[in-house]
């Protein structure tokens, strides 16, 4: 069954209400349209009735919310400034608020944070940094990670793995590559794993030294710390060949508990992991989708700006999918 297939099963008839900053882009309205038509997301467009329903293009808009940010009742706006200077704890006064609330991601993360929408999906015209900048400071980290991360679920075939972190954190320390590991179990198993989870390095358990092996090392310690009922499923440090092939794991690593049958790779750097998912995907033929953002307490997604419309359904699918996650917790 193709993942898609799989997520739209668990999505539908759910009513998980996503927020579209970018209501005046075709792409995103038509895939808010779709989604909505299909019962897979209850969409939240942004942006003046005019505006949407010229990015609707003659299509009826019944099945979606829209809210206009210039219009919206003076009421509503004190409790939104208000939720923002709460959240910001004496780094953001309210005349910064006021002005926030002019960006409608900032707009639309502060609904994500009332409880008016689950996740949000922005991206299709901003830059990463403004899509995720107001959910750092605003939604946050969930309990257990001081940094957020970006995954990307890789897939060809039967074949499926999850990368991390390919997209957020310039200065990986141990501390944060440990965190990434433990929030890569839950995007794996969003996508139906059965999460193994390798540290990987230049090195395989000591067999060369170094400060960044120490670090992975490290990192892999910690990780098993965190997450004490998920130790035997996480190990480290490993080479990329002993982590995948069970001749190599059997050389190199007789006695892990997952080399040679890993499915989700988390990178020593954030360049190893950008270029990783890059190989695989234009030498390897695998499909990419993300980044996946993880480790926010409420999921918020970041198009690309060369973002389809059907990219922009599939990634909506994946937000719901993470927000369906986040009501069982
Ligand atoms: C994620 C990113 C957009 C944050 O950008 P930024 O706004 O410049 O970050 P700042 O350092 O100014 O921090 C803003 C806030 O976010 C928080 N923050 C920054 N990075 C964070 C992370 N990884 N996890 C959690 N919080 C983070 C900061 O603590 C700060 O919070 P505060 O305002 O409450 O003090 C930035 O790190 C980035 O651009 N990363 C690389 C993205 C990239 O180029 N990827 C390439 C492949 S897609």
């Not at 990463?128 to 257990?144: F, H, W």
């Not at 050389?251 to 989700?264: M, T």
Request: hydrophobic share 45%; glycine share 8%.
């Amino acid at each position: 069954m193709d993942i898609f297939d799989e997520l739209q099963a668990k999505i539908q008839g759910q009513k998980v209400s996503l927020v579209f900053p970018e209501g005046q882009d075709e792409r995103v309205v038509q895939a808010a349209l779709d989604l909505a038509a299909a019962d897979l997301v209850a969409p939240i467009l942004l942006g003046s009735e005019a505006q949407v329903a010229a990015a609707a293009a003659g299509r009826s808009l019944a099945a979606v919310t829209i809210i206009d940010p210039a219009t919206v009742a003076e009421s509503e706006q004190a409790a939104m400034i208000e939720t923002i200077v709460e959240r910001r704890n004496g780094k953001t006064d309210e005349a910064t608020a006021q002005r926030w609330l002019q960006d409608v991601n900032y707009f639309g993360t502060v609904l994500v944070e009332m409880g008016q929408a689950e996740g949000l999906v922005s991206g299709a015209t901003h830059p990463t940094g403004d899509t995720v900048r107001p959910a750092l400071q605003l939604i946050k980290t969930a309990p257990g990670s001081k940094r957020i991360s970006g995954a990307f679920f890789m897939q060809k075939g039967q074949q499926r793995f999850v990368f991390a972190d390919c997209a957020i954190n310039i200065n990986l320390d141990a501390q944060t590559m440990a965190e990434v590991a433990v929030q890569s179990v839950a995007t794996a198993q969003l996508f139906g794993l059965d999460p193994k989870v390798a540290l990987l390095s230049f090195s395989t358990k000591g067999s060369a030294r170094g400060d960044m092996v120490d670090k992975v090392q490290e990192a892999t310690a910690l990780a098993k710390e965190m997450a004490p009922a998920l130790a035997d499923r996480i190990d480290g440090e490993l080479q990329f060949d002993a982590a995948i092939n069970q001749t190599v794991a059997a050389a190199k690593a007789p006695d892990s508990s997952i080399a040679g049958e890993a499915n989700v790779f988390i990178f020593p750097s954030l360049e190893a992991g950008n270029i990783a998912y890059k190989v695989a995907q234009r030498l390897g033929d695998f499909e990419a989708y993300g980044p996946i953002l993880q480790g926010l307490a409420k999921p918020v997604s970041d198009l690309s700006r060369g973002a389809s419309q059907q990219d922009v359904y599939q990634v909506a699918i994946i937000t719901a999918a993470q927000a369906l996650a986040a009501r069982g917790e």
